[in-house]
């Protein structure tokens, strides 16, 4: 479909933006109901983010959402921050801006399309149907346009869908890639048929760590939608808090993120807690897609053996089967995922580099790193944990 002449414009706030028109760019599948396929670029998530103030005045994080209309009518919308520091990405490029400044230049502000502190592949060029290369080709532009305007290093797009990645390359942009761990459920009836699929020695060692974390002297409960009461969340932020201060050294989210996530997104949400004498120690928190389960948060309160196995990784393959979900992404990072049955797939960025010689430099760095993650992820898979052997016994 032709779009016509695009006009391309920036927003500081979603509130500028209707849902339903930013939704049917990012989320055009649900007007014949069920969920998104990607929970995390809807308007409701965004907005939390923003309402919350996890992004916006102090955070690095400042919206300038962008839109492309046609006839007066929108098209597309991209998640789009000026951003400060290189932190909550998980596509890191720290030797980037150390090397760029080190040459005399300013590498921030930069600007970054992607969903904060989620390492969750999705679409970033959020199009209408049938508006895809025109809407698609308008924001990368217009992306472009802004970042040379404004004379920035950069602009980054993390976490694209490969066709995006494919389809930026061929605009000129820069590509890398990197690597997840992923589950994918092969038509599995359940968790056994899983194991089954495994060799016995990864088998057994799962079947031993279930039961390890299974004895930490309570009950599992999995709650979701409207069973998911304010005390949840209050347990969920605790254990947020605990983990962010080990890993970030602040938490990203602010407590009133969870607070809106009870009002508008616990349809989205899978919370997983494990519970001693009413009180839970520990807890996994799920956004819940059309086809995927996306693990997000976890923490504890109480260290027990395994327990972050069986909360973050098990149960998401329970509720996977149960519910005839495709895959589970267990976010960044984790070799450890590989022998509990999350194999290794590539993920995609975009780079624009402003600075000729320095876009040359980094487009140099990822010919070799494409290379290398290609091969780590061929050698990973040969060690997974699955028989090679289909008439292998069976215990």
């Not at 990645?165 to 009836?189: I, K, P």
């Not at 209050?234 to 983990?243: H, K, L, N």
Request: proline share 5%.
């Amino acid at each position: 479909m032709d779009g016509g002449q695009i006009e391309i414009e920036l927003h500081t706030s979603l509130e500028s933006i209707p849902r339903e028109m930013w939704d049917a760019c990012a989320c055009p599948e649900v007007a014949e109901g069920g969920r998104p396929n990607d929970p995390f670029t809807t308007h409701r998530f965004l907005s939390a983010l923003e309402e919350s103030g996890s992004v916006g005045p102090g955070t690095g994080w400042q919206p300038r959402y962008l839109t492309a209309k046609t006839e007066g009518h929108l098209i597309a919308v991209a998640p789009l921050y000026a951003k400060s520091h290189s932190q909550g990405e998980y596509v890191f490029d720290h030797n980037w801006a150390h090397a760029y400044e080190n040459a005399g230049g300013r590498y921030y502000p930069k600007l970054q399309v992607a969903v904060p502190f989620s390492p969750v592949t999705g679409r970033r060029f959020l199009t209408r149907p049938g508006f895809e290369a025109a809407g698609q080709a308008a924001l990368v532009q217009g992306l472009v346009q802004v970042g040379a305007d404004n004379e920035l290093s950069g602009a980054h797009i993390t976490f694209c869908t490969p066709q995006e990645a494919e389809a930026g390359r061929e605009m000129g942009l820069l590509h890398r890639t990197g690597q997840q761990f992923h589950w994918v459920n092969d038509s599995y009836g359940g968790f056994d048929d899983f194991l089954a699929a495994l060799s016995s020695r990864k088998r057994k060692n799962i079947r031993k760590e279930r039961k390890q974390a299974q004895a930490f002297g309570g009950e599992i409960v999995s709650v979701s939608g409207d069973d998911i009461k304010p005390e949840h969340w209050d347990a969920m932020w605790r254990f947020y808090q605990d983990t962010g201060a080990r890993k970030w050294g602040s938490p990203y989210l602010k407590r009133a993120f969870f607070d809106i996530a009870h009002q508008t997104l616990r349809d989205d949400i899978l919370l997983v807690f494990a519970v001693r004498e009413e009180m839970p120690v520990a807890g996994a928190m799920n956004v819940i897609g059309r086809e995927t389960l996306f693990g997000r948060y976890w923490g504890c309160v109480e260290h027990h053996p395994c327990l972050h196995f069986e909360l973050c990784y098990y149960q998401a393959i329970d509720f996977a089967i149960a519910n005839g979900l495709a895959t589970v992404e267990a976010g960044a990072q984790g070799e450890h995922k590989l022998a509990r049955g999350y194999l290794p797939v590539e993920t995609h960025s975009l780079h624009w580099i402003r600075d000729p010689g320095f876009r040359d430099a980094v487009g140099n760095y990822l010919d070799a790193e494409r290379k290398a993650v290609s091969e780590e992820i061929e050698v990973l898979t040969s060690w997974g944990p699955f028989r090679n052997e289909p008439q292998e016994d069976h215990e």
